[in-house]
């Protein structure tokens, strides 16, 4: 009886310890448990956070290179389209080019074969000349000149000489330069129709141009000799450079003076005689201090020439205004 209920004790108590190592082992895998579940909870907030955070940065990323790709874009879209702009700029200015070569009505073959229809109309410059010329040719002015002799032409030009049949002397070479098209002598670029006129290339820096194709008449300046005035003491209309053909020249001023092919002696003036039978007056020339002159020469002044003899000239000569 003793020993049973020995047994049995003893059987309890070893329940009570196991019971007992059971429970500490439960509370231990609890709080193993529980210590698994936080660091599992916090790695989890850690990698949420490390991905939030890559995500952000991958973002940014993204932001950054979607950023430089725009420039990049932007850049060679202005890249693009300045070169555009140039390529477009050259374009217009070969348009502009062609245009002007277009607007040009000068028909240069023509004007070789004595057809003057395309330049036909008034011409004036900025020095208030002004010329009109007909689709003959027939030409009028407020200059001297009033007829067109052909010299030649080319890809770029027509030239003719400008002068006065009445006249042995002067004259003028005469230049038609198209719209579009480089002057022969200065390399300029014209957007009109041009016509250079004159005896030297500062004729080019004056050209004409058409303000009208109606031709309108024009006054050329009575150039002639009045001849009962000259008789008369009065040498107005006799003033000017007067020239040979071959080149020697006189200077006659309103007062009579009188200077033979550059002669600087201004003592010397002519003095009027008489009228002769085929219309001329018969002058002398004539020291105004009233000192003699061994071997005067007489000029026989005409309506369009003066005629001189005399043992200076050595020979008769005739001269005609320049």
């Known amino acids: 009886m003793k020993t049973t209920t020995k047994l049995m004790t003893v ?35 850690t990698s949420a956070s490390k991905a939030k955070k890559a995500t952000k940065s991958s973002s940014s990323t993204s932001a950054s290179d979607a950023s430089k790709a725009k420039n990049t874009k ?6 693009a389209t300045t070169t555009s702009s140039s390529a477009q700029a050259k374009t217009d200015t070969k348009t502009k080019q062609a245009s ?13 074969n004595g057809d003057f229809s395309s330049i ?14 007909a689709a003959d040719g027939s030409f009028s002015s407020t200059f001297s000149y009033t007829a067109l002799q052909f010299v030649g032409a080319g890809d770029n030009y027509y030239s003719a000489t400008a002068y006065n049949p009445n006249q042995l002397t002067g004259s ?15 390399g300029a670029v014209n957007d009109k129709d041009t016509i250079a006129i004159g005896q030297s290339e500062e004729a080019d820096y004056h050209p004409f141009y058409r303000t009208t194709t109606e ?7 009575d150039t002639s000799v009045k001849v009962s005035n000259v008789a008369n003491g009065d040498f107005s209309s006799v003033v000017g450079t007067w020239s040979t053909l071959d080149g020697v ?5 309103a007062d009579g003076s009188f200077a033979y ?6 003592d010397i003036a002519l003095s009027s005689q008489y009228t002769t039978e085929d219309g001329a007056v018969y002058a002398v020339e004539y020291r105004k201090s009233g000192q003699p002159i061994a071997s005067p020469m007489g000029l026989f002044i005409y309506k369009d020439k003066i005629y001189i003899t005399g043992q200076l000239v050595g020979s008769e000569q005739t001269f005609y205004r320049q």
Request: proline fraction near 3%; hydrophobic fraction near 35%; aromatic fraction near 4%.
């Open 11 to 45: 059987t309890m108590l070893s329940s009570l310890v196991l019971l007992g190592a059971c429970g500490k082992n439960q509370e231990s895998a609890k709080a193993s448990f529980t210590n698994s579940k936080d660091k599992t909870v916090q790695t989890s907030k």
């Open 74 to 79: 932007a850049t060679s879209n202005s890249s």
């Open 100 to 112: 002007q070569a277009k607007q040009s009505g000068v028909d240069l073959t023509a004007l070789t």
């Open 120 to 133: 036909k109309g008034t011409w004036s410059n900025d020095k208030g000349q002004t010329f009109a010329i």
């Open 172 to 186: 003028s070479v005469f230049i038609v330069t198209p719209a579009g098209k480089a002057n022969i002598h200065t």
């Open 215 to 221: 031709v309108i008449p024009q006054t050329t300046p």
């Open 249 to 253: 020249f006189l200077t006659i001023g």
């Open 261 to 266: 092919n550059g002669d600087t002696d201004q």
